[in-house]
């Protein structure tokens, strides 16, 4: 049975930083697009970050430069650096594996539970 479960969630002030984890019990975890998503309260989810088999990585306009996503396939984890964290960033961030070579939520294959962040102003 596939389990991705997120940790590293928390209360912070604006202007700080978290780290996310996320541990995946997925067969072949090194081939799987790896994502991030998050959703806020009356919105819709959307995409964060996300990593390619191959370590490419891509990122939200909105997030470019103050988060990084990275991945340890020796561990079968991906995290989500977040810093400089704005009020805005609040949400429950989703992890997301993905067969293919996409980071659509519509095609993703397997979901974590979510994990939430708060951030303060």
């Known amino acids: 049975q596939v389990q991705l479960v997120e940790s590293g969630g928390g209360l912070v002030q604006a202007g700080g930083s978290l780290r996310l984890s996320c541990a995946a019990s997925?067969?072949?975890?090194?081939?799987?697009?790896m994502a991030w998503f998050r959703q806020a309260p009356g919105k819709e989810r959307g995409f964060v970050a996300g990593?390619?088999?191959?370590?490419?990585?891509y990122y939200a306009v909105s997030v470019k430069g103050r988060f990084t996503i990275s991945r340890d396939n020796g561990k079968n984890t991906v995290f989500l650096q977040m810093n400089s964290l704005k009020p805005e960033d609040t949400a429950v961030y989703y992890c997301?594996?993905?067969?293919?070579?996409?980071?659509?939520?519509?095609?993703?294959?397997?979901w974590g539970q979510g994990t939430q962040v708060t951030v303060s102003s």
């Open positions: 990593i390619t088999r191959n370590g490419g990585t």
């Open positions: 997925i067969r072949d975890f090194s081939v799987y697009s």
């Open positions: 997301a594996a993905n067969a293919g070579l996409t980071f659509a939520a519509s095609t993703t294959d397997y």
